[in-house]
């Protein structure tokens, strides 16, 4: 057993389309944690780049009624 625990994981939807910096057909969406709350980011895993960024439910992963309608 490792002494430390695994980093929390969320859950990394993968995407179709392809990075516009390094073209690689990679793209991942997931929430994090920013400064301002919560924000649902499309990354490329292949060098980082962010591709979208847009304002994600407030409470992150708890999911309200209100925010599915
Ligand atoms: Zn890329």
Wanted: with cysteine; aromatic share 4%.
């Amino acid at each position: 057993m490792p002494d430390v625990p695994p980093p929390l994981e969320v859950n990394r939807e993968p995407l179709d389309g392809t990075c516009p910096r390094c073209g690689a057909a990679d793209l991942r969406a997931y929430p994090v944690v920013a400064e301002q709350g919560w924000v649902q980011v499309v990354k490329c895993q292949h060098c980082l780049h962010s591709v979208s960024r847009e304002p994600w439910h407030r409470l992150g992963p708890i999911r309200l009624l209100a925010d599915l309608v």
